[in-house]
């Protein structure tokens, strides 16, 4: 059976349904649609990258690692992580072979972060400059760590083996109710905690997506 229309009356008052017009074949037609929605009242989606390098000794997370990420405090908007990727390669192989964890923790903190900045990239020029604050360097917060909620391994090709080993690639998206999401005072940091090698080849990249906004 072909496509078939329903004939409305004329407009009168009451609700409107909302619809785009279509042709569809000798007749114009009304075509309605749905359109998924939130609670959220979004101000903006931003993304951003790091390259740093793995590192000797271990660090702990509150004032060595490898970025922070911040929600500061007395901030009106929630920030919910929507998308991660890290990438671990090396350029030659080691001589000890290691491999440490790379450590996606949350934290609580006190104090205005300072330190590096990294600047996010709007997903839409139009937004508002993001909220989140992103770190190469922690410096006058205090930082306290909470809860690890993702880890991942950095591989290591031992000396003696031939070539340099492929770029290991983690990534995970979350949907709206499982993104982890940080109220204003707290935040995430990369880091590593156990210890690597000496004279470390090994390069990390992280790349990932946050959205801000408010519950009405």
């Given at each position: 059976?072909?496509d078939?229309?329903?004939?409305?009356?004329?407009?009168?008052?009451?609700?409107?349904?909302?619809?785009q017009?279509?042709?569809?074949?000798?007749?114009?037609?009304?075509?309605?649609?749905?359109?998924?929605?939130?609670?959220?009242?979004?101000?903006?989606?931003?993304?951003?990258?790091?390259?740093?390098?793995?590192?000797?000794?271990?660090?702990?997370?509150?004032?060595?690692?490898?970025?922070?990420?911040?929600?500061?405090?007395?901030?009106?908007?929630?920030?919910?992580?929507r998308?991660?990727?890290?990438?671990?390669?090396?350029?030659?192989?080691?001589?000890?072979?290691?491999?440490?964890?790379?450590s996606?923790?949350?934290?609580?903190?006190?104090?205005?972060?300072?330190?590096?900045?990294?600047?996010?990239?709007?997903?839409?020029?139009?937004?508002?400059?993001?909220?989140?604050?992103?770190m190469?360097?922690?410096?006058?917060?205090?930082?306290?760590?909470?809860?690890?909620?993702?880890?991942?391994?950095?591989?290591?090709i031992?000396?003696?083996?031939?070539?340099?080993?492929?770029?290991?690639?983690?990534?995970?998206?979350?949907?709206e109710?499982?993104?982890?999401?940080?109220?204003?005072?707290?935040?995430?940091?990369?880091?590593?905690?156990?210890?690597?090698?000496?004279?470390?080849?090994r390069?990390?990249?992280?790349?990932?997506?946050?959205?801000?906004?408010?519950?009405?």
């Amino acid at each position: 059976m072909g496509d078939q229309i329903i004939q409305l009356p004329a407009d009168s008052t009451g609700k409107k349904l909302r619809t785009q017009e279509r042709t569809v074949g000798a007749n114009t037609v009304q075509m309605e649609y749905v359109i998924p929605d939130s609670l959220r009242v979004m101000s903006g989606v931003y993304l951003a990258h790091f390259k740093g390098t793995v590192q000797a000794a271990a660090t702990n997370g509150t004032s060595t690692g490898f970025w922070w990420f911040y929600n500061p405090v007395g901030s009106s908007k929630k920030i919910a992580l929507r998308f991660m990727r890290v990438s671990i390669s090396e350029s030659t192989p080691l001589t000890s072979a290691t491999s440490p964890r790379v450590s996606f923790t949350a934290f609580t903190f006190t104090g205005t972060p300072g330190g590096t900045a990294i600047t996010p990239r709007k997903v839409d020029t139009s937004f508002a400059t993001a909220t989140g604050l992103l770190m190469s360097t922690q410096v006058t917060s205090v930082v306290t760590l909470t809860q690890a909620f993702h880890s991942v391994l950095v591989p290591c090709i031992q000396s003696g083996s031939s070539g340099a080993s492929d770029v290991m690639v983690s990534e995970w998206s979350w949907r709206e109710d499982e993104q982890p999401v940080l109220a204003a005072g707290e935040g995430i940091v990369c880091y590593q905690p156990d210890a690597g090698t000496t004279a470390d080849t090994r390069t990390l990249v992280t790349d990932f997506a946050w959205a801000e906004y408010t519950i009405p």
